[in-house]
């Protein structure tokens, strides 16, 4: 009996268009890529490893090649024979060739920064920690930026990633650093790293000296809890947080919303996105409102972007976007799925490979 192999995709995105190219592992163990509506067989084996992007598919081969394939003119470039793991989002990414960073430009493999020790990507930035010149640095729009000094001996700097944001911790001294749009500044000269968050277009930390839990959204800083989170975590453009009173509470675009009175079971920020557990249940916040998703907890759900998909009791798989919930084919018992942008892909009870978005699917 043929086997079904599903990857461990890690793959941030927001919601893209019918273009964007879906991996998975055939029946026969081959990789194949749907792309512009096209089937493309490209290893004879599954890959090691795959990150999806908006426009192309990186990917390690069985034999530990590091490739891309771009689905504009059908093209598949190899990019490193080694290298270390890639990290990225749908937009960029970058991976360590000894301590050579590179990333892609125009489909090929490009020297960036040397003597790296640590790095980190974003949609539109990387900061890495420069061995030689004992320094953080951003590289942004073609420049490189000193942000801090890294003694010898001492800890590796600590920094958090949003989509066009780097925040950079001081540990001894209890600083709060914003790189922004090629600006660095002082956030706050007192605060824990534990409390602080980065998402897409927001930022969420205690300010210690003013006894107060901040956001920072689109230039504007904002008081949004004088209690300490217990936790918290950011997504695109929301915060959400446990405050002192075990409330949980979403900062989305400029407003907090209290959203439950009592911590919930588990809560998880993803894109746009607020899910959490409450007595059982799990509920979808968005745009200020919550929304049952179902009155268990589904065995396996995905988000991109503001796009929720899930399997439910009967192992069918549905959506919900934008408030409106809809189902992907018509098959039920189907065992797991992968979700990139707005497209599934699932095999099918029949044995065939299923890709399908809202309007249209695709048989393999």
Known sequence: ????????????????????????????????????????????????????????VVYRDHQGQLKVFLPEGRRLHLLDRAGGDPQGTRHRIAWLSADTLKTIREGRARAVATNVAAFGVSDSLIVVHDTLLNELRVL?????????????????????????VLV??????????????????????????????????????????A?????????????????????AKAGDGLIAFIDGNGRLKCFERGTVHRVLDEPPTEYWVKDSLLLYLDRGRLMLFRSGV???????????????????????????LHGIAQGERFRYGTEAAIKRFDLFGDRVVYRSPLGQFVVANRRKSWIY
């Open 140 to 164: 942004w729009r073609g420049t490189a930026q000193s942000i801090a000094q890294v003694e010898r001996g001492s800890e590796r700097p600590q920094w958090l990633l949003g989509s066009n």
């Open 290 to 316: 919550s929304t049952l998703v179902e009155p268990y907890v589904p065995e396996q759900w995905q988000v991109e972007g503001g796009l929720l998909a899930y399997l439910d009791m009967n192992r069918e």
């Open 211 to 231: 006894r107060v839990f901040k956001a920072l959204f689109q230039g504007k800083e904002q008081e949004i809890s004088d209690l300490r989170p217990a936790s």
């Open 168 to 209: 950079v911790f001081n540990k001894e001294a209890r600083r709060l650093s914003l790189f922004q749009a090629g600006r660095l500044r002082v956030l706050s000269d007192s605060t824990d790293v534990g409390i602080a968050v980065a998402g897409g277009g927001v930022i969420g930390w205690w300010d210690g000296h």
């Open 1 to 56: 009996m043929k086997r079904w192999v599903y990857l461990a995709f890690a793959v941030r995105a927001s919601i893209v268009g019918a273009q964007a190219p879906v991996p998975f592992v055939s029946g026969e163990e081959r990789f194949v890529i749907l792309a512009n509506g096209r089937f493309e067989k490209l290893e004879p084996r599954p890959p090691a490893l795959v990150h999806a992007m908006d426009d192309q």
